[in-house]
């Protein structure tokens, strides 16, 4: 058991670009969860996936938020047209479907300048 | 709609004093509670977790919450902190409404361990 695992750890671009942040589950956990946490705040909940179905979306996930998870296994987010305002840390979850328990990677620090 | 309120957003405390970080959450329905740590520029690590059964829940590192519905809290408490213990502490509530269990989390509460 490895862990959640996300890249890249770290990402710099300009307003206007496109980004693309890559999360591994823990082999077998059937739910992952995408989460965003702006400095000084908590985590927000942005969408999650059952296998490989998208089952809820955040209202704060806007059309130029895409997530997918081919296969059920990892998932990926990609922003486009990135803002000032996307800047952020964007952590993944996953969780075993009979156990609560959702457990993090260490997320992807997003700057947009 | 349903929150999470960590009142206190920094604790500054000496090295081996008690500690409680206090968390509230707004709905008394059915609940699964959580408390999470996290160190600088890393994600989330589960402390505890409170899902059913004794309302006194032990974790890692020595600490422990206790869930008091009638009150809608969840604080979390450690008889003797060491600085190691210096971090930033997440509460979360997952409110069983059907659907994912997604986690909502209050602002944190910085705890601060000093000589």
């Known amino acids: 058991d490895t862990g959640v695992s996300q890249d890249p750890r770290h990402k710099i671009t300009k307003r206007g670009q496109n980004v693309t942040f890559r999360c591994d589950p823990i082999?077998?956990?059937?739910?992952l969860y995408w989460y965003r946490q702006t400095l000084g705040q908590g985590p927000e909940f942005l969408t999650y996936f059952q296998n490989e179905a998208q089952l809820e979306k955040s209202r704060l996930l806007s059309d130029r938020f895409s997530a997918e998870r081919p296969k059920g296994s990892f998932s990926t987010l990609e922003i486009q047209r990135t803002e000032q305002g996307d800047s952020a840390m964007y952590l993944c979850?996953?969780?075993?479907?009979?156990?609560?328990?959702?457990?993090f990677g260490p997320g992807t620090r997003l700057l947009v300048l | 709609a349903q929150s999470v309120t960590q009142l206190d957003s920094q604790v500054p405390v000496f090295e081996e004093a008690p500690v409680e970080l206090r968390c509230n959450y707004s709905?008394?329905?059915?609940?699964?509670l959580f408390w999470y740590v996290q160190y600088p520029n890393q994600g989330l690590q589960l402390l505890l977790k409170?899902?059913?059964?004794?309302?006194l829940v032990k974790g890692i590192n020595g600490f422990e919450a206790e869930f008091n519905k009638s009150q809608t809290s969840f604080h979390l408490r450690k008889p003797s902190v060491h600085i190691s213990d210096t971090a930033e502490y997440f509460c979360?509530?997952?409110?069983?409404?059907?659907?994912?269990?997604?986690?909502?989390f209050g602002t944190g509460t910085q705890l601060k361990v000093e000589l």
């Open positions: 409170y899902l059913s059964g004794s309302t």
């Open positions: 709905s008394s329905v059915s609940v699964y």
């Open positions: 082999s077998e956990h059937n739910r």
């Open positions: 979850a996953s969780s075993f479907q009979a156990e609560e328990t959702q457990y």
């Open positions: 979360a509530v997952s409110w069983l409404t059907g659907g994912g269990n997604k986690l909502t």
